[in-house]
């Protein structure tokens, strides 16, 4: 049964950084694209960023683009996101998920995302 498995949250002062992995368990890893999604309290799930099958194509929500990058590592079947120069307003419930297989990119719509991991947490004080 395929998987994914979030880990790196936690509790980080403001201006500070983390870096989130998710381990994605089954086979053909790299044929499919690759997101992470983050949820506030009382908010709705929103995207944060995307990779592409091969790692060649990246895409951002603006309001992480310049301080958090989306990596991967197919032979390793990982995915990672590099989150620098934290806020407050980053403090959410990361999710990483898997694109839908033939969805359209980039893709920033929970929709074009079928399998997803129970998510890390990731509190930034001020």
């Known amino acids: 049964q395929v998987q994914l498995v979030e880990s790196g949250g936690g509790l980080v002062q403001a201006g500070g950084s983390l870096r989130l992995s998710c381990a994605a368990s089954?086979?053909?890893?790299?044929?499919?694209?690759m997101g992470w999604f983050r949820q506030a309290p009382g908010k709705e799930r929103e995207f944060v960023a995307s990779?592409?099958?091969?790692?060649?194509?990246?895409y951002y929500a603006d309001s992480v683009k310049g301080r958090f990058t989306i990596s991967r590592d197919n032979a390793k079947n990982m995915v990672y996101l590099q989150m620098n120069s934290l806020t407050p307003e980053d403090t959410a419930v990361y999710y990483c998920a898997r694109g839908r297989y033939g969805s359209s990119w980039p893709q920033a719509k929970s929709n074009g995302y079928d399998l997803w991991g129970q998510g890390t947490q990731v509190t930034v004080s001020s």
């Open positions: 990779i592409y099958q091969g790692g060649g194509a990246t």
């Open positions: 089954g086979r053909a890893f790299s044929s499919y694209a």
